[in-house]
């Protein structure tokens, strides 16, 4: 039998969509017992229990909802075949099971200098599955980035040539040259990402793209990048600037 919360690690690590249910406070009469759990699969499989039948049903479709929203939320059913929320069953008993969802945003990190190092932190305080690359082997280890899911070093064309992005993905450019942000970049405006930031200013910002411009890359394609990275909160320092990138990062998240 599949431990549930180790399948709650693999489902994070591998990017699959879940949502763990918890019966919270059972009045009356119920197949649930307080503090029965279920993980429910985007496919609607699961693994535990919150009391089997028509309840079970029930709480299988509020979950693949939650996994929609992202938002997690307390249902209550009536376990009776009359009145609000019934269930048709006949235990005659109230349950409140507790849906929270499980789902991993994976934010990668394109240069594990003073920035990214501040980045990976907070990233990983809001929830989002971190990983590091970078053309320096001493900036990108587990060591020095032990919240990190995964580390890489190489050369940058050679680490996206074989990069097998997860989604959601997030892609942050924050690499230690001009040279190496644009060759990034290059690769990232056409990838499937949610959002895609680059560090510099507004100066090297316009000549990156008509850099691009010549090489044939479109203006849709170009205004797919968020840069100047980050929310407009005054940020001077790394650790600041790591806020804002968050911020806005958080800000595509929940679609504001």
Not at 41 to 58: F, Q
Not at 172 to 180: L, Q
Request: proline share 3%; hydrophobic share 40%; glycine share 10%.
């Amino acid at each position: 039998m599949k431990d549930i919360y180790e399948e709650i690690l693999r489902t994070r690590k591998e990017g699959i969509p879940a949502a763990l249910c918890t019966v919270t406070s059972v009045k009356g009469s119920s197949p649930g017992k307080e503090h029965f759990k279920m993980l429910v699969m985007e496919d609607g499989s699961i693994i535990g229990t919150v009391g089997g039948g028509a309840l079970e049903s029930e709480v299988i479709e509020n979950a693949k909802e939650i996994m929609k929203t992202e938002k997690a939320e307390n249902f209550e059913h009536n376990l009776t075949d009359k009145g609000p929320n019934a269930s048709g069953m006949l235990c005659g008993g109230k349950i409140n099971v507790f849906i929270e969802p499980v789902v991993s945003h994976f934010a990668y990190i394109f240069g594990g200098g003073h920035v990214g190092l501040s980045l990976s932190k907070i990233l990983t305080l809001a929830g989002f599955s971190v990983v590091i690359l970078d053309d320096r082997e001493e900036f990108s280890n587990q060591e020095r980035f032990p919240e990190a899911l995964e580390t890489y070093a190489g050369e940058y064309k050679e680490l996206t040539a074989r990069l097998k992005m997860k989604q959601p993905a997030y892609i942050v450019i924050t690499t230690r040259g001009h040279k190496f942000d644009q060759e990034v970049l290059e690769w990232a405006i056409r990838q499937n990402a949610k959002y895609i930031g680059m560090i510099g200013s507004k100066t090297k910002v316009a000549t990156t793209f008509s850099r691009l411009k010549e090489k044939g890359y479109s203006q849709e394609e170009l205004d797919r990048l968020h840069s100047p990275i980050g929310l407009k909160i005054g940020a001077v320092t790394a650790e600041e600037i790591a806020v804002s990138i968050a911020a806005e990062m958080i800000q595509v998240k929940r679609n504001k």
